[in-house]
């Protein structure tokens, strides 16, 4: 038995449709069986709500008088794209005020927009024959736009892996705020109401097909950037009328210590046409898994520490090496429910067209990571290989020689092993000069709590040690930590000798 | 009931806490302190009935005490009931309710500030 659009289309107009949310669905399929649910039920809704950086809204201004091709463009002092012909931009989500920084970002841009509230244009350019204009500063409202439409390149991702942070600081993330020790553990996404995961397939899910985005009526245009359904990280291009939308269903957000997002309503309806739209729609958080993710390596490739499903992280606790962490959820599933519940009701009162894909997405694609033909500089090329080291059993006075005739500030220290246990600076000479005590050998005054980098470690990374710790040096280990050079500030020069720069 | 006791170390280093405990005999629970070289702050709870007491003492001993009436202070309007705040927090003030709207128990909050960088909505802040 199978269904056509037509029939559905038919119930629909009858007044005698059967609409569910994807939530809804799983009971209903578990009480009436397969054929059953496909009998009785024409359409379910999906839904949800959060954090979708990769989003932007193109806008067109019209001609000023005298005219001007706009070549660099900010709102709000949120600097938008300046390359699409004269009076055009795309301001993206995630672009930050030149004066707020993180507090305020072309997400806020377009929040004010829709809220009603009047955005500054400022624009400047070099002046043309047909264009003259140097500069213009004028404020705006939505209304008085010919353009504003929403583009989100990348939208509505099946799943996320979800975040925990092994390290020892906070981290602050597009995941959140990660405690040390893996003190909790962050996710998001909608799960059992989730579009992509209620059509893993793509048979409903297409080009053409018309959906609920920021309480506008939007259009899917295709695959989303980075679709990557092979691995189960489908995503969608959508786009929709920015003056239709409603702040109910558009925020934007700041996560602390990373930037800007903006958090995007989205939901797709799905014509139950066959047994096989039936089984997909009846999943359950409980089905949908994702990995937990360490983000406190640094790396592309972050290992997993466990697979869970939805349910489990929407239950709050997760079992992690046998304590239990907290679970926090960046998007809102009560906003998610919100909007399946809104386009339920759009389907039964005929407010939104059903169709099928005009051109299919492809269900078996898998994202690829970037090509590197250069790879970024790493610290073997550029650490000092004349490292001095000194012995824990050593005298202060000796060190404070070899110091100054090193004509170095840093002294990695090493025991009988040659193993890296420590290290001491002109610093901790000087004050264990100026107030004499019982300390007499290096053992006594240095840090034992050393921060280390390895040859093969990206400079980057290295950098970011050095900013953290708020110190000048690295000791380079090898893997029996045995010092083989060091890293100072000084050596960081060397990237900018040319041979880095293209 | 929570108060928070800002005191300045210039007066001779007195064991403000210390000295109000032995003297009241009121058992204080720390809750949170910040103490440098110069200054410190310290959120304390004493039950109801000797806050006045523990207030007076701590006062005449030069601390700056304030009776906390609120914990964190959370705009409705602006959250969207997401939940990146409740897996931040020491307390366990936040929770879901059955429809996944959050839920804040102010009573439990002891002024963290966790919670008000956690939130990407800045839907939480200090109580004025």
């Not at chain 1, 998001?188 to 920021?214: A, E, M, Q």
């Not at chain 1, 389907?347 to 898998?366: E, H, N, S, Y």
Request: glycine fraction near 8%.
């Amino acid at each position: 038995m199978h269904k056509t659009i037509e029939q559905i289309h038919e119930h629909i107009r009858d007044g005698n449709a059967r609409v569910v949310t994807a939530e809804e669905m799983p009971a209903i399929v578990a009480e009436l069986g397969e054929k059953g649910a496909l009998k009785e039920v024409d359409v379910v809704t999906t839904g949800t709500f959060g954090a979708m950086c990769s989003s932007g809204a193109f806008i067109n201004f019209g001609h000023a008088d005298p005219p001007i091709r706009m070549e660099r463009i900010w709102l709000n002092n949120v600097e938008a794209y300046g390359g699409l012909a004269a009076v055009d931009t795309y301001i993206g989500a995630t672009q930050q005020s030149d004066t707020l920084q993180q507090e305020y970002g072309g997400a806020h841009v377009i929040e004010d927009l829709v809220t009603g509230k009047a955005v500054e244009l400022r624009a400047s350019s070099r002046g043309t024959d047909c264009y003259p204009r140097r500069t213009i500063t004028t404020d705006l409202l939505l209304e008085n736009l010919n353009q504003a439409i929403m583009c989100n390149p990348r939208n509505a991702y099946q799943r996320y892996n979800a975040a925990t942070n092994s390290t020892d600081r906070i981290l602050h993330t597009y995941m959140g705020m990660l405690l040390p020790g893996a003190g909790n553990i962050s996710y998001s996404g909608s799960g059992t109401l989730n579009p992509i995961s209620n059509d893993p397939k793509l048979r409903l899910i297409g080009s053409g097909v018309p959906i609920f985005l920021c309480g506008a009526q939007g259009m899917i245009v295709g695959e989303g950037t980075q679709h990557s359904p092979a691995g189960g990280f489908g995503t969608l291009m959508v786009t929709g009328d920015l003056k239709e939308m409603s702040p109910d269903y558009l925020r934007a957000a700041t996560m602390t210590g990373y930037g800007v997002t903006l958090y995007v309503g989205l939901g797709v309806p799905l014509p139950v046409l066959d047994i096989d739209v039936v089984r997909a729609t009846a999943v359950r958080d409980e089905d949908i898994t994702v990995d937990i993710i360490d983000y406190g390596v640094p790396a592309r490739s972050r290992p997993s520490l466990k697979k869970v499903t939805y349910a489990e992280l929407r239950s709050g606790i997760v079992d992690l090496n046998g304590e239990e962490v907290r679970t926090s959820s960046l998007s809102s599933y009560r906003k998610a429910r919100e909007v399946a519940n809104e386009l339920k009701d759009w389907v039964v009162q005929g407010k939104i067209p059903l169709t099928l894909p005009t051109r299919p997405i492809d269900p078996a694609r898998q994202a690829r990571p970037m090509v590197q033909t250069a790879a970024g500089p790493r610290v073997l090329d550029i650490m000092d290989r004349s490292v001095i080291t000194i012995g824990e059993e050593v005298e202060i006075t000796s060190a404070a020689k070899k110091l100054l005739k090193g004509e170095t500030n840093h002294l990695p220290v090493v025991n009988d092993r040659k193993e890296l246990v420590g290290i001491i600076t002109t610093f901790d000479i000087s004050k264990a000069v100026a107030h004499p005590g019982k300390a007499h050998l290096v053992r006594d005054i240095m840090k034992k709590k050393v921060v280390v980098t390895t040859p093969d470690e990206p400079v980057d990374l290295a950098v970011r040690k050095l900013e953290q710790n708020n110190i000048s040096a690295l000791p380079v280990v090898d893997a029996k930590n045995h010092v083989i050079a060091i890293l100072t500030a000084m050596d960081l020069g060397k990237c900018f000798g040319g041979r880095w720069l293209k | 009931m929570k108060l928070l006791v800002t005191f300045s170390r210039g007066r001779g280093r007195k064991p403000i806490i210390a000295q109000v405990v032995r003297d009241t005999g009121v058992l204080i629970n720390v809750e949170r302190a910040v103490i440098d070289s110069s200054e410190g702050e310290a959120l304390i709870d004493v039950p109801d009935d000797q806050c006045k007491l523990v207030k007076d003492s701590m006062a005449g001993l030069g601390a700056d005490v304030r009776i906390l009436d609120h914990g964190i202070h959370h705009n409705e309007s602006e959250c969207v009931d997401c939940g990146a705040c409740i897996s931040v927090c020491p307390r366990e003030v936040f929770t879901f309710d059955d429809a996944w709207r959050l839920r804040c128990a102010e009573e439990k909050c002891i002024l963290c500030g966790k919670c008000i960088e956690a939130c990407p909505h800045r839907a939480l802040s200090l109580p004025v």
